[in-house]
């Protein structure tokens, strides 16, 4: 029976436990997003705070308003009070990708070529805004194309690929952040364990990210003057106030013949935002709440559109955490407040100011129990027979998290990286392995789980196929680029070396394609199971 709309609460208790969750969620990224333009690349604090940052976040609010009343809906329609809002807020990795190499080389770049600091920061921010645009319209095109390719992909493969990100990006990056300064960060990471996996009760019933926060800020505030914190503590920046409305621009007309160079890294983040979408959509399906998945892709589309004419830089996502938020009790209501908070927050200007105050080692923890919730939901909504499949799906997300490790030019000089991406004395050189099966991760992950699910299916044709496409996605970069920054190409362009490496690897697939194909003429009984 359907229940009437005047029995859902618009709000509920454990909303407030979400809303922390969520909120803190987006301020680590726009936290990165700052920290790489500004502190790496020397980039205005002021055009990131009062251009980028209201646009980025106007796009958020538009976003959680529309996945608020589409959760509403739905328990509506199923009568289900329990319904989570699927969760919406600025992508991390693409967010990291358009910071480390996009923005922060174009601005380089720009300077370079002989414009002074500010020209180049705009020009650098209208470029932003226009690639946004692109992948806004990108992703309303291919919403429509989300439940066909739900439809044919193994659970596995759309589970476990966004597992691999949860597990490595959204959780080890993080706690490495957590362990530079590790007295307070160990110890609200402790608390979110406590509270969200072990279900233990907090003081007066206060919700635990809370109290996670509450514990990590006092223990930052305490410990570091005293000296406690060594170098990992940093006296809070005075708060001031910035406001700026995200009114609507024709600026990033300006910056769409800036995309063209960087249009190989563009389109893929708009492809992996919408195969992500699909993937999370899933995964809340998995987990009790039915989305229509054209609707959550569409949403996400028009809200990455917004942004985009209005200023922002990053594009928004729907969060692979719906089911953590689920575990932690949040219904509707928290979406709804975090869009508020947040999209006031960026006209306001309180939000730069708590992501100029915050420590990431306070803000961090969250993330990691997003990141174990997702990891174990692969493998309780998937059978145990495709366990297999799942976990071989986790190793391009961890090839992609080192190679971007290797590659941040505060470990390793440019130069010498690529000498050691072009190394070939031994074959291809180990760096290039790591960057090329990492490159397209998310995609590669798919393929991976999917043809493994149909050998254990005992469908060495049908796992043949799959391997097949895998070899055609890899002659064009879509996946395992040769390049090291993961751009597209056509295989005749590259130079021989780097062509080289392309046809390996496509060859590597057609080669398992041509074994499957051989041992799909033999219908004998499945192998015994070894210890």
């Given at each position: 029976?359907?229940?009437?709309?005047?029995?859902?609460?618009?709000?509920?208790?454990?909303?407030?436990?979400?809303?922390?969750?969520?909120?803190?969620?987006?301020?680590?990224?726009?936290?990165?997003?700052?920290?790489?333009?500004?502190?790496?690349?020397?980039?205005?604090?002021?055009?990131?705070?009062?251009?980028?940052?209201?646009?980025?976040?106007?796009?958020?609010?538009?976003?959680?308003?529309?996945?608020?009343?589409?959760?509403?809906?739905?328990?509506?329609?199923?009568?289900?009070?329990?319904?989570?809002?699927?969760?919406?807020?600025?992508?991390?990795?693409?967010?990291?990708?358009?910071?480390?190499?996009?923005?922060?080389?174009?601005?380089?770049?720009?300077?370079?070529?002989?414009?002074?600091?500010?020209?180049?920061?705009?020009?650098?921010?209208?470029?932003?805004?226009?690639?946004?645009?692109?992948?806004?319209?990108?992703?309303?095109?291919?919403?429509?194309?989300?439940?066909?390719?739900?439809?044919?992909?193994?659970?596995?493969?759309?589970?476990?690929?966004?597992?691999?990100?949860?597990?490595?990006?959204?959780?080890?990056?993080?706690?490495?952040?957590?362990?530079?300064?590790?007295?307070?960060?160990?110890?609200?990471?402790g608390v979110v364990l406590y509270a969200l996996v072990a279900r233990g009760h907090m003081p007066w019933n206060l919700p635990g990210v809370l109290v996670a926060f509450v514990v990590g800020v006092l223990l930052y505030e305490v410990l570091g003057?005293?000296?406690?914190?060594?170098?990992?503590?940093?006296?809070?920046?005075?708060?001031?106030?910035?406001?700026a409305l995200p009114w609507p621009t024709l600026a990033w007309l300006h910056g769409l013949p800036l995309t063209i160079p960087y249009l190989s890294l563009i389109l893929p983040f708009g492809l992996l935002m919408v195969v992500g979408g699909i993937?999370?959509?899933?995964?809340?399906?998995?987990?009790?709440?039915?989305?229509?998945?054209?609707?959550?892709?569409?949403?996400?589309a028009l809200a990455t559109l917004a942004a985009g004419f209005c200023g922002g830089v990053a594009q928004t996502t729907p969060y692979i955490g719906q089911p953590a938020f689920r575990a932690m009790g949040a219904r509707t209501g928290y979406t709804?407040?975090?869009?508020?908070?947040?999209?006031?927050?960026?006209?306001?200007?309180?939000?730069?100011?708590?992501?100029?105050?915050?420590?990431?080692?306070?803000?961090?923890?969250?993330?990691?129990?997003?990141?174990?919730?997702?990891?174990?939901?692969?493998?309780?909504?998937?059978?145990?027979?495709?366990?297999?499949?799942?976990?071989?799906?986790?190793?391009?997300?961890?090839?992609?998290?080192?190679?971007?490790?290797?590659?941040?030019?505060?470990?390793?000089?440019?130069?010498?990286?690529?000498?050691?991406?072009?190394?070939?004395?031994?074959?291809?050189?180990?760096?290039?392995?790591?960057?090329?099966?990492?490159?397209?991760?998310?995609?590669?992950?798919?393929?991976?789980?999917?043809?493994?699910?149909?050998?254990?299916?005992?469908?060495?044709?049908?796992?043949?196929?799959?391997?097949?496409?895998?070899?055609?996605?890899?002659?064009?970069?879509?996946?395992?680029?040769?390049?090291?920054?993961?751009?597209?190409?056509?295989?005749?362009?590259?130079?021989?070396?780097?062509?080289?490496?392309?046809?390996?690897?496509?060859?590597?697939?057609?080669?398992?394609?041509?074994?499957?194909?051989?041992?799909?003429?033999?219908?004998?009984?499945?192998?015994?199971?070894?210890?």
């Amino acid at each position: 029976m359907t229940q009437p709309t005047s029995k859902l609460p618009h709000v509920v208790s454990a909303d407030f436990n979400g809303f922390l969750g969520l909120l803190v969620d987006n301020l680590s990224v726009m936290a990165f997003l700052a920290t790489a333009l500004i502190g790496i690349f020397g980039f205005p604090a002021d055009l990131v705070y009062t251009r980028m940052f209201p646009g980025t976040t106007l796009g958020i609010l538009l976003g959680n308003l529309a996945y608020t009343m589409m959760a509403r809906r739905v328990a509506r329609r199923t009568g289900n009070a329990k319904t989570t809002a699927m969760p919406l807020g600025v992508d991390a990795p693409t967010t990291i990708g358009m910071a480390l190499l996009v923005l922060g080389p174009a601005f380089l770049h720009y300077k370079q070529s002989g414009m002074d600091e500010h020209a180049a920061a705009i020009a650098t921010w209208q470029l932003g805004m226009a690639s946004l645009v692109v992948m806004g319209v990108l992703k309303t095109v291919l919403s429509f194309f989300g439940p066909m390719v739900q439809r044919h992909v193994p659970r596995a493969g759309l589970l476990g690929s966004i597992a691999g990100i949860a597990l490595v990006l959204m959780g080890f990056l993080p706690l490495v952040e957590i362990m530079k300064v590790p007295v307070v960060g160990f110890a609200g990471l402790g608390v979110v364990l406590y509270a969200l996996v072990a279900r233990g009760h907090m003081p007066w019933n206060l919700p635990g990210v809370l109290v996670a926060f509450v514990v990590g800020v006092l223990l930052y505030e305490v410990l570091g003057p005293l000296g406690w914190l060594g170098h990992g503590y940093h006296p809070m920046a005075a708060w001031q106030w910035r406001f700026a409305l995200p009114w609507p621009t024709l600026a990033w007309l300006h910056g769409l013949p800036l995309t063209i160079p960087y249009l190989s890294l563009i389109l893929p983040f708009g492809l992996l935002m919408v195969v992500g979408g699909i993937n999370v959509t899933e995964s809340a399906r998995a987990a009790g709440d039915d989305y229509n998945t054209r609707d959550i892709l569409l949403v996400e589309a028009l809200a990455t559109l917004a942004a985009g004419f209005c200023g922002g830089v990053a594009q928004t996502t729907p969060y692979i955490g719906q089911p953590a938020f689920r575990a932690m009790g949040a219904r509707t209501g928290y979406t709804l407040i975090t869009g508020i908070v947040v999209g006031l927050g960026g006209i306001f200007g309180y939000l730069s100011n708590l992501v100029e105050m915050l420590p990431l080692a306070v803000l961090a923890p969250i993330l990691i129990f997003i990141a174990i919730s997702i990891t174990t939901q692969a493998f309780e909504a998937t059978p145990l027979r495709y366990a297999a499949a799942v976990v071989f799906s986790f190793f391009p997300a961890i090839a992609r998290m080192v190679a971007i490790k290797l590659g941040d030019p505060t470990y390793v000089a440019p130069d010498h990286f690529m000498a050691l991406y072009n190394d070939a004395s031994q074959g291809i050189s180990e760096l290039a392995v790591i960057n090329v099966l990492g490159n397209g991760f998310i995609i590669t992950s798919m393929i991976w789980a999917s043809f493994v699910v149909a050998m254990i299916d005992h469908k060495p044709r049908h796992a043949a196929w799959i391997a097949l496409l895998g070899g055609g996605l890899t002659l064009f970069g879509i996946i395992h680029s040769v390049m090291p920054a993961g751009n597209l190409y056509l295989p005749w362009t590259l130079d021989p070396a780097m062509r080289t490496i392309a046809f390996q690897f496509a060859g590597a697939y057609l080669a398992l394609a041509a074994v499957l194909l051989v041992f799909s003429f033999w219908r004998g009984e499945p192998a015994p199971d070894h210890a």
